[in-house]
T-cell receptor, first 126, second 109 residues
Framework: QVQLVQSGAEVKKPGASVRVSCKAS????????MHWVRQAPGQGLEWMGI????????SYSQKFQGRVTMTKDTSTSTVNMELSSLRSEDTAVYYCARENSYYDSLGMGFDAFDIWGQGTMVSVFS | SSELTQDPAVSVALGQTVRITCQGD??????ASWYQQKPGQAPILVIY???NRPSGIPERFSGSSSENTASLTITGTQAEDEADYYC????????????FGGGTKLTVL
């Protein structure tokens, strides 16, 4: 079945970097863009960026520009998200989410995040 | 960039109908999607486009859109519908960016 399996929880000190991976299975990896979304404790969802596994092109939220890098490994159907210069405010659950394109009876296209990983807790404290 | 605004909390009596709204400039050019999130779980997609449900989502969930506002309606709300609901859409800036609403906590009384 279609699923996204993320790497395990991480504990980091301020100033360090963290890499979270997301392994896709059950579908053609290069056919769907992947997003990263995070959720701080008790807070809402926050969009971080997107990577196109076909060509590797990326687009990041301005909030994370310069600190986030998203990469892909086609050989293992995995996308990675690296966040650097960590601070306590980066403590959150990080999710990967697949973007799917749907078409209605009129041929109109809509994009949505249809499959989500289980989430990876990243804790930042000294 | 743009923002999507949601009411922080809404309550509904069991079996009744509830509407959750999402407002933002990006909705003038892009349809919203809606996600349900229960405590300790990843979000799941419940509505995409104007009013489309993925396979497995009950018919009591529906969506609508007008100008800069998208709405998620649950008709005949069940106890298991108690959750946080988030809207999202493409950013209106024209770049390949997305934005989420702040989320609405739905309580079923």
């Amino acid at each position: 079945q279609v699923q996204l399996v993320q790497s395990g929880a991480e504990v980091k000190k301020p100033g360090a970097s963290v890499r979270v991976s997301c392994k896709a299975s059950g579908y053609i990896f290069t056919s769907y863009s992947m997003h990263w979304v995070r959720q701080a404790p008790g807070q809402g969802l926050e969009w971080m960026g997107i990577i196109n596994p076909h060509g590797g092109g990326t687009s990041y939220s301005q909030k994370f520009q310069g600190r986030v890098t998203m990469t892909k490994d086609t050989s293992t159907s995995t996308v990675n998200m690296e966040l650097s210069s960590l601070r306590s405010e980066d403590t959150a659950v990080y999710y990967c989410a697949r973007e799917n394109s749907y078409y209605d009876s009129l041929g109109m296209g809509f994009d949505a995040f249809d499959i989500w990983g289980q989430g990876t807790m990243v804790s930042v404290f000294s | 960039s743009s923002e999507l605004t949601q009411d922080p909390a809404v309550s509904v009596a069991l079996g009744q109908t509830v509407r959750i709204t999402c407002q933002g400039d990006s909705l003038r050019s892009s349809y919203a999607s809606w996600y349900q999130q229960k405590p300790g779980q990843a979000p799941i997609l419940v509505i995409y486009g104007r009013d489309n449900r993925p396979s497995g989502i009950p018919e009591r969930f529906s969506g609508s859109s007008s100008e800069n506002t998208a709405s998620l309606t649950i008709t005949g709300t069940q106890a298991e519908d108690e959750a946080d609901y988030y809207c999202n859409s493409r950013d209106s800036s024209g770049n390949l960016r997305w934005v989420f609403g702040g989320g609405t906590k739905l309580t079923v009384l």
